[in-house]
């Protein structure tokens, strides 16, 4: 599924949990500083919302060009919107987190 500035991919997975990998490159931003924080971000957005996925998944999100430029917030909002646009989250989260 896509994001302005994510593609995530989403599979069912047979684990007890739901597990996430996260790809940052270098055409992002060259500076290894500016790709951890978007990791750092998407990291901890994951630990709020795993447990609320509406199953178990192996879920993998892609930084595209230009991720750099968000701000953790709307980081949050591309992310959390296009996990509950496809039905893999429940609505609430959005409120809860706001």
Known sequence: MHAR?????????????S????????K???????RNRIKRIIRELFRHFRSELLGT?????IARQNACDCS??????EILGALIKNQYLTKSVMVESD
């Open 5 to 17: 500035h994510f593609l995530i991919v989403i599979a069912p997975s047979t684990r007890d949990q």
């Open 57 to 61: 998944f192996d879920i993998v999100a």
């Open 72 to 77: 953790p917030q709307q980081i949050r909002e």
């Open 28 to 34: 992002v931003h060259k500076r290894a500083t500016q």
């Open 19 to 26: 597990r996430i990998g996260i790809t940052v490159t270098t």
